[in-house]
């Protein structure tokens, strides 16, 4: 069955450092990969998002993620943290231009000032 | 351009209820989907709407429908509510149907059922 897995429900860094938000799929083929942020009391913003081709993808607010194929990955990554990226963030996974999309459970992000 | 609006913010329904929920996609957008947020089962696919043709459906009870306009305006409904059908509805629009055209989101109804 397609799924989309995010290991961490949680996680606490301090402004100004390093971020990486993990995100695993299964599906059969290569998806369509998202990545949205839901403020509180909001509704979902995209981010970025992977089609095909260069598997480093730029976003907003100074986002990226990388596709790796071998590990069925799509990992958010952001290189100095802002107060203001505190929030819940989503991974999401469409297997093909048909598809509906599925969405991850989930990683709350919580910035330490 | 406005984004997607929803309508109302929040609702207070009872049990045994029904209630419907309305969205108004962005200028141009053809498919509207929805989706239920909740904190145990997180983002949980309702069905998706392209003109006026409901193209996929989630794993939910008939007593949630919906419909698309001409316009493509959407509604909702929810009928006989239960207590677990307390949750964030969300509405999104895109230009196209499928997983390649990205959703934007509005930001949600929040239905309480007591």
């Known amino acids: 069955a397609q799924s989309v897995t995010q290991p961490d429900i949680h996680i606490t860094v301090s402004e100004g450092a390093s971020l990486e938000l993990r995100c695993n799929y299964s599906y059969g083929a290569t998806p369509y990969l998202f990545w949205y942020v839901q403020s509180p009391g909001q509704g979902l913003q995209l981010l970025l998002k992977?089609?095909?081709?260069?598997?480093l993808v730029q976003g907003i607010k100074g986002f990226e993620a990388e596709f790796k194929r071998s590990q069925s990955s799509f990992n958010l990554r952001k290189p100095s943290v802002h107060w203001s990226d505190a929030a819940e963030y989503f991974c999401?996974?469409?297997?093909?231009?048909?598809?509906?999309?599925?969405f991850g459970p989930g990683t709350s992000l919580s910035v330490i000032p | 351009k406005a984004g997607v609006t929803q309508t109302p913010r929040y609702l207070i329904k009872t049990r045994g209820q029904q209630v419907t929920l309305s969205c108004s996609p962005i200028s141009g957008h053809r498919s509207v989907s929805w989706y239920q947020q909740t904190p145990g089962q997180g983002l949980q696919f309702l069905f998706e709407y392209f003109s006026e043709t409901q193209r996929n459906k989630g794993n939910f009870p008939g007593r949630f429908s919906g419909r698309q306009f001409s316009n493509s305006r959407s509604e909702m409904n929810v009928s006989t509510l239960e207590l677990g059908d307390s949750a964030l509805y969300l509405c999104?629009?895109?230009?196209?149907?499928?997983?390649?055209?990205?959703?934007?989101f509005g930001n949600g109804t929040r239905l309480t059922v007591t």
């Open positions: 992977y089609f095909s081709g260069d598997t």
């Open positions: 999104a629009s895109s230009p196209g149907t499928g997983a390649n055209s990205p959703l934007h």
């Open positions: 999401a996974v469409g297997e093909t231009s048909y598809d509906k999309v599925i």
